[in-house]
């Protein structure tokens, strides 16, 4: 199990290792985008993994280039819905699209 803490909230919700950051989020009742319901294509759900980098799956190639289309994109930006847990670091993200 991974602990995630999702800001600005501060809230906290246990993950199972392969789940995504956005099942995750949207488990806590969180507000976030997700306009393709995780296909990777609308780019809605952009977030930035403040830590645990380590515990996250790494960028694939789908990923990668939408996050090349989204403006405010920076080193720490992941979409939720591709970012699926590892199990071996606890995870703090910020939620972008409700801000
Ligand atoms: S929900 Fe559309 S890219 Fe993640």
Known sequence: MTTITIM???RTVDAAEGSTLLAAILGLDE???HNCDGKATCGTCHIFLLEG????SKIG???NEKLDSIV????????ACQATVLGTEDVTL??????
């Open 31 to 33: 507000k976030i985008q």
């Open 72 to 79: 405010g994109v920076g080193s720490k930006s992941r979409l």
């Open 8 to 10: 600005p909230s501060g």
């Open 61 to 63: 190639r789908e990923e």
């Open 94 to 99: 910020e939620v972008l699209s409700f801000r």
């Open 53 to 56: 980098r380590k515990g996250v």
